[in-house]
């Protein structure tokens, strides 16, 4: 037994206590596995460190960031049952907000099979690497009704909320697709107003793509970053996770935001066996897209929302798989040893690095900067409050677009190497990162206490972003 913790049971979301052990088959995997008296023993593997052959992953003892917790200083619900059921938060949580989400909306103009948004609504048609077998899930119920929208008085108040408990932290603004709402320049303009750090919409592109002065009226609006859906570097990996051809739209969803001074984040969702071997090409791809494409983030995919899989078998990869995959698929532009752990959420959570962009024999290279990372994660043991600071900071200063109203701000107030790289110019600098999000069979709840993404409820409460999300296997939500 490698660690101690408590979980949930993936059936009937009954806390129960769990272990990190290793995988019984295999010496190199970790498995988090927990008992339930009433639906018996599951097991997941979390880690699993490089094969012999493949460029060498940390193991997974020697993955840590130590912190000392920090509490709400305004916690809005008591602790009555405990953890995960006390949430909004609760006295109990260990970390500050760094992001909070907003869910404007329910509406979509894509069917993805794959999609952590209207959780319990399965899709059932495994997709595969070839890009057959997928059928696009149906869109979430009411998603061409203008109801599934959130009134903007809420919105306000969500605003409000998110302010008082949490300070300037960097907001997200999502859906569903937001860009569906034609008042999502307002939204914007609210979020603006606050003076929250850094102001973001999470997004498919399609209208970025479709109107070319869409992404200049939402710049224009106070909008900094485009966390832009973005799974692979070929249709053959964007058709099973997407139901259809996307390059082109996408592509052109990147001009624009160019154009308009926007800062553009490529978002992958990872599935093994699917597209898990485009990552190398698709970190290519991100570099020929230009200095708007501030960065790469990937996401192994969590099950919750729509998937097609059982949750016991579900393709499931782990974040040194990710490492492994990047250092054998690019070795030109990335080691494992440039990736370090969080200062922020729990170390299980995410990895990053920060990069220079450089040209190497003609064609677009990377640089790694090892002390831009320290910037926001410090190898020595740090209260979890400065760690949420940095971390806020840190994507404050390398994701925004090119040069708006309060950036040099930020940078004046930001820490050693920061400052000199806002300084040097947001289109030198490139980021490489991954974060794993929790399901019902892989939920920690010391990661939980840990987690720095929190969704805002209408009713102002603040929920981690995985128990938002979080269902059971017959898709029962844990936060209905």
């Known amino acids: 037994m490698l660690r101690r913790t408590q979980s949930l049971c993936p059936v009937c979301l009954r806390r129960v206590d769990a272990v990190y052990d290793r995988c019984p088959d295999d010496e190199h995997c970790v498995e988090l596995r927990k008992t339930c008296p009433d639906h018996g023993t599951f097991a997941v593997p979390v880690w699993r460190e490089a094969a012999p052959g493949d460029p060498p992953t940390p193991p997974f003892s020697a993955w840590s960031r130590p912190k000392s917790p920090s509490y709400p200083a305004n916690p809005r619900t008591p602790i009555a049952a405990g953890c995960p059921f006390d949430c909004g938060l609760c006295p109990a949580h260990a970390q500050h907000t760094c992001t909070g989400l907003f869910e404007v909306t329910m509406r979509c103009d894509m069917a993805c099979p794959v999609c952590y948004a209207d959780a319990g609504d399965h899709a059932r048609h495994a997709p595969t690497a070839e890009g057959g077998g997928a059928a696009p899930a149906a869109r979430p119920e009411g998603a061409s009704d203008i109801s599934a929208d959130i009134p903007l008085e809420v919105v306000a108040a969500q605003m409000d909320a998110l302010k008082q408990a949490s300070g300037p932290c960097n907001v997200q603004i999502s859906g569903g697709e937001p860009t569906v709402r034609d008042d999502l320049p307002r939204i914007i303009g609210m979020a603006r107003q606050r003076g929250f750090g850094l102001v973001q919409i999470n997004t498919n592109g399609l209208r970025l793509s479709r109107e070319a002065g869409y992404a200049r009226t939402l710049r224009e609006a106070g909008l900094d970053s485009v966390y832009l859906q973005w799974d692979a570097a070929s249709e053959k990996g964007f058709r099973p996770l997407r139901g259809r051809d996307c390059l082109d739209f996408k592509r052109h969803a990147v001009r624009h935001c160019a154009e308009a001074g926007l800062g553009v984040v490529l978002v992958a969702t990872l599935v093994r066996g699917v597209n898990d071997g485009e990552v190398g090409d698709l970190l290519r791809l991100a570099l020929e897209l230009g200095p708007a494409v501030r960065g790469l983030h990937m996401q192994p995919a969590a099950f919750f929302g729509r998937y097609p899989w059982q949750l016991q078998e579900a393709p499931r990869l782990t974040l040194p798989e990710v490492m492994a995959a990047l250092a054998r698929q690019a070795p030109e532009l990335v080691s494992p040893a440039h990736l370090h752990p969080p200062g922020c959420e729990n170390e299980l959570c995410s990895f990053s690095a920060v990069y220079r ?124």
């Open 357 to 480: 962009r450089v040209r190497k024999n003609g064609a677009p290279g990377l640089e790694w900067l090892p002390d831009a990372g320290q910037s926001c994660c410090s190898p020595s043991p740090q209260a979890a409050e400065e760690g949420a600071r940095k971390a806020k900071q840190f994507v404050a200063l390398h994701w925004k677009g090119g040069a708006a109203e309060g950036e040099h701000a930020a940078a004046r107030e930001a820490d050693g190497f920061s400052r000199f790289l806002a300084q040097a110019g947001a289109e030198q600098r490139f980021t490489l990162s991954a974060m794993a999000f929790q399901d019902a069979l892989s939920l920690d709840l010391d990661r939980v206490r840990g987690c720095c993404i929190h969704v805002v409820r209408p009713d102002g409460r603040l929920i981690p972003f995985c128990l938002h999300n979080l269902t059971a296997a017959d898709g029962t939500r844990l936060y209905g």
